[in-house]
């Protein structure tokens, strides 16, 4: 599930996305003295007035505390965090085509000049 989409239709995303809206993830990082563990966050939709940092602060302080105590991939998984906290990682892009791709198996179109008769024949 998409945080911050709640309520919006298929086309108000558009809109909101044209004008500067993007969906990210965040990255974490968690350390214990010989293992890191990095993950990502769920996806977050950022609307054009909003900052990543609204959502990425509890994904920061989480690496900055926890992820640096192991090296060396702790201190480089931990850095990489820290930066996309601040922006996110954006895959608006990619979320939208898979939207689109969403939006057309609920809603199919004609493609074919045979279905659209069958389906006008009464007209």
Known sequence: MV????????????????????????????SIILVSFHRTSGVYFLHPEEHAIKYG????????????????????????????????KDITQDTMQELDTRFLQDHPVVTTWESFNRNNENI
């Open 57 to 88: 602060w509890r994904y920061f302080l989480t690496s900055f505390f926890l992820g640096w105590w192991e090296f060396p991939g702790g201190v480089v998984h931990t850095a990489r965090s820290l930066h996309t906290a601040f922006k996110g």
């Open 3 to 30: 945080r911050g989409i709640e309520g919006l239709s298929v086309e108000e995303i558009r809109r909101e996305v044209a004008r500067g809206g993007r969906f990210v993830y965040f990255t974490w990082c968690i």
